[in-house]
């Protein structure tokens, strides 16, 4: 079964750092595009974060380039994503997500973990 498990969430301050880690099973991580997203209450989910084989990162949002950084482990099997300089804007839920069809640049099916929540207090 293909799978992936979000982890790492909680609250910290303005300014603070977390690392969220994508646990994943059940497929050769390095075959496959991870993308993290996160979703606000009463907002659509949106892109924040993508890794493949040929796309070491990818930021889909303005806001958290240069605090933001994806990575991966294949020997783990785990897909990391470093926040620092956080803000109350970034509290969401975050998802990790395998793209089973298409790659960073061009979107496919997709199966999504069940999240973390992530609070940045003022």
């Known amino acids: 079964q293909v799978k992936v498990v979000e982890s790492g969430g909680g609250l910290v301050q303005s300014g603070g750092s977390l690392r969220l880690s994508c646990a994943a099973s059940g497929f050769t991580l390095d075959d496959y595009a991870i993308r993290w997203s996160r979703q606000a209450p009463g907002k659509e989910r949106e892109g924040v974060s993508c890794i493949s084989r040929s796309d070491g990162g990818i930021n889909d949002v303005d806001s958290v380039k240069g605090r933001f950084t994806i990575s991966r482990d294949n020997a783990k099997n785990t897909v990391y994503l470093q926040m620092n300089s956080l803000k109350p804007e970034d509290t969401s839920v975050y998802y990790c997500?395998?793209?089973?069809?298409?790659?960073?640049?061009?979107?496919?099916?997709?199966?999504w973990g069940q999240g973390t929540l992530v609070t940045v207090s003022s």
């Open positions: 997500s395998v793209d089973l069809g298409g790659t960073c640049r061009s979107r496919g099916l997709e199966v």
